[in-house]
């Protein structure tokens, strides 16, 4: 078995691969998960290219019964859990009055929903992580637009704000379990998930997943008396979105 492991979720892609690679550089083993088979095996075998142990699953992580089978697969693979990242995410911009009743449930389902029954499915694994060595650690993003509500893409602020006030549950839940939570804040990311916004801000000028995954490797190096609930990315300037409407 694995001396170290982690799953990450959303990892076929920007943010979220890039905190795997950190990890696989780290010596944990890797589970990834996320929706595209196709993008997600390309993703997996990049890692495995670079010599990190790694297994992927693919399917829609804001299905209960998925994330149940993703958690299970895991524990079969390695035994262990040291590292939770829940990463999957949608943003899906609407007006107010025009919201879609599916759109809205997607990501109610993908941004939060699915990150409290992780944190379920997940939480014997954890706990034994964290009674061994006192610091399982899970990371979980949000968004800037998670601090301050951000117009047309109110649903995805909701979500993110949602994703901030569970992270703080948590510390408070599971403190005495040796288990950490730390809620990721960024502001635009160059990554396909802002590519509607690039005429806006530019590419270069953006957060990079990489800025995201040194993040969480600073988080691994704290000691066991070290909780950061919260860490914010933010653009000079800000880099806020048009005002929608």
Not at 70 to 98: F, K, M, S, T
Request: negative net charge.
């Amino acid at each position: 078995m694995a001396e170290r492991a982690a799953l990450i979720t959303g990892a076929s892609s920007g943010i979220g691969l890039a905190i795997a690679e950190m990890l696989g550089e780290e010596g944990y083993a890797l589970t990834v998960a996320a929706r595209r088979p196709d993008k997600l095996e390309a993703a997996a075998d990049g890692l495995r290219a670079k010599g990190y142990e790694v297994q992927h699953i693919a399917g829609n992580l804001g299905d209960e019964e998925t994330i149940k089978g993703v958690v299970a697969q895991h524990e079969a693979a390695y035994g262990r859990l040291d590292v939770l990242v829940n990463n999957a995410g949608v943003g899906i911009g609407e007006l107010v009055g025009d919201l879609t009743t599916k759109k809205v449930d997607i990501q109610l389902n993908t941004n939060l929903r699915a990150i409290f029954l992780f944190y379920r499915e997940a939480a014997t694994l954890l706990k034994a992580a964290g009674a061994e060595h006192r610091n399982a650690l899970v990371v979980n993003t949000s968004s800037i637009s998670g601090k301050v509500g951000e117009g047309w893409l109110s649903v995805y602020s909701a979500t993110k704000h949602g994703v901030v006030g569970f992270t703080q549950a948590m510390n408070k839940e599971l403190a005495n379990d040796g288990i950490k939570s730390t809620a990721l804040c960024p502001g635009f990311v160059d990554t396909p998930m802002t590519e509607f916004v690039k005429e806006h801000v530019p590419a270069e000028t953006m957060i990079t997943p990489q800025d995201i995954a040194e993040s969480v490797r600073y988080l691994l190096k704290t000691s066991a008396g070290c909780v950061v609930p919260e860490i914010q990315f933010l653009q000079p300037g800000g880099g806020l979105l048009p005002n929608a409407g």
